[in-house]
């Protein structure tokens, strides 16, 4: 496939590494110096782009492709307020849309995985839940994207359990997510149930980002020849 790639930063080049092996073509890398050159791209000579920028530029880099019959695979993440009107966008366009907060396939199972555990302790109310995520310091956005999925997973089989607070100092009964940044971390996600007499937890730990790459490369594979907003659920049949 001819890819273009929106970002070139850690997962751009990690993008490029993985896709170049794969055997497709990168006909193009976009970061912030040139980035008037997007508007060169269109769906006649690029088969997917894959975008992996900023919380402020990727709903523009979205809208761009999807006005322009290019098919997206995007992971940026903090922008999905946002999310409904990039839909509307390739709604309206007939395009192709693929959005992961994560695109690891081990984190795709992690999701699967709290969405079961949040449906048993749903009996146990006196677990209290939390998510923690930690992540290198370059780390724009906070929560991460995926603390946040998480939360999702445990509020829609978790009737109780209403929003998410970063790093509450006292009760609530919103979900606290802790936020940390440390040296090179890639990504740590962590749910845990704590009571006075024991804890459970459920971890994922990235131990580089060719997860991420590998899975935004699947998706751009798999979205081929075909039109409307899809998810790592889709893809996986999870
Ligand atoms: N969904 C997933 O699986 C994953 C998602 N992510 C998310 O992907 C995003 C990028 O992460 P990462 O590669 O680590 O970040 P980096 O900061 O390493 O790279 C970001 C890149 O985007 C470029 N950029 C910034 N603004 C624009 C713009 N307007 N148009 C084009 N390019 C732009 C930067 O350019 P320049 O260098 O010139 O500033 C840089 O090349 C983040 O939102 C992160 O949270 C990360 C990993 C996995
Ligand atoms: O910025 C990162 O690095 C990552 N961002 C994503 C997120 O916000 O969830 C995914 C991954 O954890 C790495």
Redesign the pocket.
């Given at each position: 496939m001819r890819l273009l790639l929106?970002?070139?930063?850690?997962?751009?080049?990690?993008l490029e590494q993985l896709a170049t092996q794969r055997g497709h073509e990168i006909v193009g890398t976009?970061?912030?110096?040139n980035?008037h050159l997007?508007s060169t791209f269109t769906g006649a000579n690029v088969d997917a782009a894959i975008?992996?920028?900023?919380?402020?530029?990727?709903f523009?880099?979205v809208s761009y492709c999807l006005r322009n019959n290019i098919p997206v695979v995007?992971?940026?993440?903090?922008?999905l307020d946002r999310f409904a009107e990039a839909t509307a966008i390739c709604e309206a366009n007939q395009g192709a849309f693929f959005y992961?907060?994560?695109?690891?396939v081990g984190?795709n199972l992690f999701f699967h995985f709290n969405e079961y555990v949040a449906r048993k302790m749903q009996d146990y109310p006196h677990f209290q839940v939390s998510v923690k995520e930690i992540?290198?310091t370059?780390?724009?956005?906070k929560p991460?994207?995926?603390a946040i999925t998480v939360v999702d997973g445990i509020q829609a089989n978790y009737p109780g359990k209403q929003g998410w607070l970063l790093a509450p100092d006292q009760a609530t009964d919103k979900i606290s997510i802790t936020s940390d940044r440390i040296g090179n971390v890639v990504?740590t996600h962590i749910v845990r149930y704590e009571s006075e007499n024991d804890t459970i937890e459920l971890m994922h730990d990235a131990h580089s980002?060719t997860?991420?790459?590998e899975?935004?490369v699947m998706a751009a594979e798999w979205l081929q020849n075909k039109k409307g907003v899809f998810g790592m659920k889709d893809m996986l049949n999870l």
């Open positions: 929106i970002g070139y930063g850690k997962m751009g080049r990690t976009i970061d912030v110096t980035h997007l975008e992996f920028t900023h919380p402020e530029s990727a523009n880099n995007c992971g940026s993440t903090g922008w992961a907060s994560n695109y690891s984190v992540h290198h370059q780390k724009v956005d991460s994207g995926t990504g980002r997860g991420f790459a899975g935004a």
